[in-house]
């Protein structure tokens, strides 16, 4: 246990927002799913998820609480734990309320689709008033869009290409994000976590 938390001081960690697993490679490194005070996740896109290292520093800080655990466990020469697969923060955290403008941002706005067709792969992203027109980069300017619309309308206006928006961009609140980010469910989630996790998916009978 020492040689785990050899490297865990008062003012290391894990960042409480934004450092999460995006792509843990299934179960096998046994990610803990990492709720704020109020039992609800810190993020469901990317889904807060810390690695088991991260997670077991937390609770020897005592900066969480186990909530549910793995069948598999660590060991040192004089400790064993069970591997936390849900741990809930001691301290709350206030979610950000300004959303940052980025291409990941955007892209979940848009919900990963192109603005213009609804296809989705490929994306990149596009001025609706194009800048050689002097539309500027910003929220209300920028949406996700495919190659293939994205190079066909090139520096036109969307009335010259024949394009119409799927919903009008916007700036987007942090809620707002948080709810779009319930729509993607990862493909790898552990019986465990489920109780709290709420997706837009239909309740069975």
């Known amino acids: 246990m020492s040689a785990l938390l050899e490297a865990a001081t008062p003012g290391s960690g894990p ?7 995006r792509n843990p490679a299934g179960l096998r ?16 896109y990317p889904l807060s998820l810390w690695a088991w290292q991260d997670a077991v520093k937390a609770a020897f800080l ?30 709350y955290v206030a979610p950000q ?22 296809s989705r792969g490929d994306l990149t992203f596009d001025h ?23 190079l066909r309308k090139g520096s036109k206006s969307l009335r010259q290409v024949g394009f119409t928006l799927r919903r009008a961009p916007r700036r987007p609140g942090a809620a707002e994000l948080m709810n779009t980010g319930r729509k993607f469910p990862p493909g790898h989630l552990h019986e465990s976590w489920m109780d709290f996790l709420y997706w837009d998916a239909e309740l069975e009978a």
């Open 62 to 91: 005592d900066r969480v609480t186990i909530v549910s655990e793995y069948e598999e466990v660590v060991r040192s020469p004089t400790t064993t734990i069970r591997i936390p697969s849900v741990v809930v923060l001691r301290d």
């Open 97 to 118: 309320k300004r959303v940052a403008f980025t291409r990941f941002n955007l892209f979940l706005r848009d919900e990963f689709a192109c603005q213009y067709c609804g």
């Open 15 to 21: 960042d409480f927002r934004t450092e999460f697993i």
């Open 29 to 44: 490194h046994f990610p803990a799913l990492v709720l704020n005070a109020d039992y609800r996740p810190l993020s469901y």
């Open 128 to 150: 609706v008033v194009p800048r050689a027109r002097g539309g500027i980069t910003s929220w209300e300017n920028v949406v996700a869009a495919c190659g293939r619309c994205n």
